[in-house]
Protein backbone atom coordinates (compact mmCIF):
# COMPACT_ATOMS: atom_id res chain seq x y z
CA UNK A 1 0.00 0.00 0.00
CA UNK A 2 1.05 3.72 -0.99
CA UNK A 3 0.69 5.87 1.68
CA UNK A 4 -0.25 9.29 0.70
CA UNK A 5 -1.18 12.13 3.26
CA UNK A 6 -2.87 15.42 1.90
CA UNK A 7 -2.83 18.89 3.72
CA UNK A 8 -3.20 22.69 3.37
CA UNK A 9 -6.44 22.86 3.23
CA UNK A 10 -8.80 25.69 4.92
CA UNK A 11 -11.41 28.11 5.33
CA UNK A 12 -10.86 31.16 2.60
CA UNK A 13 -13.39 33.52 1.43
CA UNK A 14 -14.66 33.47 -2.52
CA UNK A 15 -11.77 34.69 -4.46
CA UNK A 16 -8.58 33.42 -1.93
CA UNK A 17 -6.43 31.27 -2.54
CA UNK A 18 -4.98 27.69 -1.08
CA UNK A 19 -2.08 25.45 -1.80
CA UNK A 20 -2.65 21.60 -1.04
CA UNK A 21 0.20 19.23 -0.84
CA UNK A 22 0.22 15.59 -1.05
CA UNK A 23 3.17 13.88 0.41
CA UNK A 24 4.03 9.96 -0.55
CA UNK A 25 6.33 7.42 1.51
CA UNK A 26 7.88 6.92 -1.54
CA UNK A 27 9.27 8.31 -4.75
CA UNK A 28 6.41 7.27 -6.67
CA UNK A 29 5.98 10.54 -8.84
CA UNK A 30 8.78 9.18 -11.18
CA UNK A 31 6.99 6.25 -12.63
CA UNK A 32 3.41 7.43 -12.11
CA UNK A 33 0.92 9.72 -12.91
CA UNK A 34 -0.17 11.58 -9.61
CA UNK A 35 -4.02 13.39 -9.65
CA UNK A 36 -6.03 15.23 -6.93
CA UNK A 37 -9.14 14.60 -6.80
CA UNK A 38 -12.62 15.69 -4.20
CA UNK A 39 -15.63 14.89 -3.42
CA UNK A 40 -17.79 17.33 -2.08
CA UNK A 41 -21.12 16.33 0.63
CA UNK A 42 -23.54 14.61 -1.73
CA UNK A 43 -21.22 14.69 -4.71
CA UNK A 44 -19.06 11.64 -6.58
CA UNK A 45 -15.78 11.84 -5.72
CA UNK A 46 -14.37 13.30 -9.16
CA UNK A 47 -10.77 14.36 -11.00
CA UNK A 48 -9.81 17.90 -10.51
CA UNK A 49 -6.15 17.58 -11.71
CA UNK A 50 -3.69 15.23 -13.22
CA UNK A 51 0.13 15.06 -14.09
CA UNK A 52 1.80 12.34 -15.54
CA UNK A 53 5.59 11.57 -15.45
CA UNK A 54 6.41 14.19 -18.50
CA UNK A 55 4.82 16.77 -16.53
CA UNK A 56 1.37 16.78 -19.05
CA UNK A 57 -1.16 17.95 -17.35
CA UNK A 58 -5.01 17.71 -17.52
CA UNK A 59 -7.76 19.47 -15.46
CA UNK A 60 -11.41 19.73 -14.71
CA UNK A 61 -12.78 21.90 -16.89
CA UNK A 62 -14.50 23.73 -13.68
CA UNK A 63 -10.95 24.64 -12.66
CA UNK A 64 -9.40 25.39 -15.70
CA UNK A 65 -7.43 28.61 -15.84
CA UNK A 66 -7.90 28.78 -11.89
CA UNK A 67 -5.45 25.72 -10.70
CA UNK A 68 -2.34 24.06 -11.39
CA UNK A 69 -0.82 20.75 -10.27
CA UNK A 70 2.91 20.58 -10.23
CA UNK A 71 5.65 18.08 -8.31
CA UNK A 72 8.54 17.75 -7.07
CA UNK A 73 10.31 14.35 -7.33
CA UNK A 74 12.80 14.65 -4.79
CA UNK A 75 10.07 15.55 -1.97
CA UNK A 76 7.90 12.69 -3.18
CA UNK A 77 5.29 15.93 -3.42
CA UNK A 78 2.17 16.73 -5.34
CA UNK A 79 0.56 20.38 -5.16
CA UNK A 80 -2.50 22.00 -6.33
CA UNK A 81 -2.47 25.31 -6.13
CA UNK A 82 -5.73 27.58 -6.12
CA UNK A 83 -6.67 30.50 -7.15
CA UNK A 84 -9.84 32.30 -7.45
CA UNK A 85 -11.64 29.99 -5.41
CA UNK A 86 -15.20 29.24 -5.61
CA UNK A 87 -17.81 28.09 -3.14
CA UNK A 88 -18.51 25.15 -5.44
CA UNK A 89 -14.84 24.19 -4.97
CA UNK A 90 -15.96 23.20 -1.35
CA UNK A 91 -15.09 19.56 -0.80
CA UNK A 92 -12.43 17.02 0.69
CA UNK A 93 -9.43 16.77 -1.59
CA UNK A 94 -7.71 13.58 -2.13
CA UNK A 95 -4.57 12.66 -3.69
CA UNK A 96 -3.78 9.49 -5.70
CA UNK A 97 -2.26 7.69 -8.80
CA UNK A 98 -4.22 7.74 -12.19
CA UNK A 99 -5.96 5.37 -12.54
CA UNK A 100 -7.04 5.77 -8.80
CA UNK A 101 -7.08 2.70 -6.40
CA UNK A 102 -9.44 2.62 -3.81
CA UNK A 103 -7.07 1.40 -1.18
CA UNK A 104 -4.81 4.34 -1.20
CA UNK A 105 -7.10 6.93 -0.06
CA UNK A 106 -6.06 8.91 2.74
CA UNK A 107 -7.54 11.17 4.77
CA UNK A 108 -7.88 14.11 2.42
CA UNK A 109 -7.87 17.87 3.42
CA UNK A 110 -11.12 19.88 3.72
CA UNK A 111 -10.99 23.18 1.63
CA UNK A 112 -13.86 25.10 2.52
CA UNK A 113 -14.79 28.51 0.91
CA UNK A 114 -17.88 31.07 1.85
CA UNK A 115 -19.35 33.63 -0.26
Known amino acids: QVQLVESGGGLVQAGGSLRLSCAAS????????MAWYRQAPGKQRELVAAITTRGSTNYAESVKGRFTISRDIAKDTVYLQMNNLKPEDTAVYYC?????????WGQGTQVTVSS
Open 26 to 33: RSIFSSNT
Open 96 to 104: NKEPRLAAY
